[in-house]
C-alpha cells in the first residue's frame, strides 16, 4: 500500500521525530511511504481568519501536491481535518476543482484513522512503560469524526498503566489563532486541562495533534509540572525489547 505523508507545518518545524515515528510505524505494517516535497500548509490559520480567498491559492498547491497518492496520511487530526475542508471551499468554484478536492479529502487519513479504520489494525507491537492518559483534540474528534482509533491503538501497548483524562475531548484553549486573539481565555482552558492530567496522576499525557501538544506542553513547563507530553506516533513507535 502507498502512503503519501503530510507532515504539517509543526511536526515539520518543532516536531520532526514525529514524522520519522509516523513513517516507521506505516513501514513496519507493510507501507511503502513517499513524501512529496512540495506539500506546504494546509491554509488553516488563514481559513480559520477568514481569508478564503487566499486559502484557496494554499489549498490548490496541496491538491496538485498529493494528486498523484493513494492515500495521504497526517499525524495531526486537525490539518486532516482542514484538507476534508477544501470540497466546502470550492464548492461554489469550477467543477474541475471541487472534483480534485473531493479527492484529496476522500483519500486523506489522520495517523491512528488510517491504522485503525483502513489497515484494520490496532495492535502494532508497541510496548511503552509508563502511567499515561490521553488528550483528544477538538478538530480530530469534532470535524474528522475520529474518537475511538487511539483508544484501540493504546489499549494495545504492553506496559502502559492508562487512565481516562476527565473531559479528555474539552478543548485544551490552542485552538489555532484563538490562543492568539484570546489569551487570557486560552490560559484558563489550558490551566483547567492541567488539572485534569494531575488528577489522573499520570507522568506522561498523550495526544494525536501537534498543535495541542505544542499548547499543553508549554504551560506545563511554564508552571514546572513534571509530566512528558507525547505524540502517539512516539509511543506506537516503542518496540518491544
Not at 40 to 69: D, L, W
Not at 102 to 109: N, P, Q, V, W
Request: charged share 25%.
Amino acid at each position: 500500500m502507498k502512503v503519501s505523508l503530510f507532515i504539517t507545518c509543526l511536526a515539520d518545524v518543532f516536531y520532526p521525530n514525529v514524522g520519522k515515528d509516523v513513517v516507521e510505524v506505516l513501514e513496519r505494517q507493510g507501507c511503502t511511504v513517499d513524501f512529496p516535497a512540495s506539500q506546504t500548509c494546509c491554509g488553516q490559520p488563514a481559513f480559520n481568519s477568514g481569508y478564503h480567498k487566499e486559502t484557496k491559492e494554499v489549498a490548490k498547491k496541496m491538491i496538485r501536491a498529493f494528486e498523484h497518492s493513494e492515500y495521504v496520511v497526517a499525524p495531526s487530526g486537525s490539518c486532516a481535518a482542514m484538507l476534508h475542508e477544501y470540497p466546502h471551499l470550492f464548492k461554489d468554484d469550477s467543477d474541475v476543482w471541487l472534483k480534485r478536492a473531493e479527492e484529496l479529502a476522500a483519500k486523506t487519513y489522520e495517523f491512528t484513522q488510517f491504522l485503525v479504520d483502513v489497515l484494520g489494525i490496532e495492535g502494532v507491537g508497541a510496548a511503552c512503560e509508563a502511567k499515561a492518559t490521553f488528550h483528544s483534540s477538538c478538530h480530530m474528534t469534532r470535524l474528522l469524526g475520529v474518537k475511538d482509533a487511539p483508544m484501540k491503538l493504546l489499549k494495545q501497548v504492553e506496559g502502559l498503566d492508562y487512565t481516562e483524562l476527565p473531559g479528555r475531548e474539552t478543548c485544551c484553549g490552542f485552538g489555532g489563532t484563538f490562543s492568539v486573539k484570546m489569551k487570557p481565555i486560552s490560559e484558563q482552558m489550558v490551566d483547567e486541562k492541567i488539572a485534569h492530567i494531575e488528577e489522573t496522576g499520570s507522568n506522561v499525557l498523550i495526544g494525536a495533534d501537534c498543535g495541542c501538544l505544542m499548547n499543553i506542553s508549554g504551560r506545563l513547563e511554564r508552571l514546572g509540572k513534571p509530566v512528558q507530553v507525547k505524540h502517539i506516533a512516539e509511543i506506537l513507535n516503542q518496540q518491544k525489547v
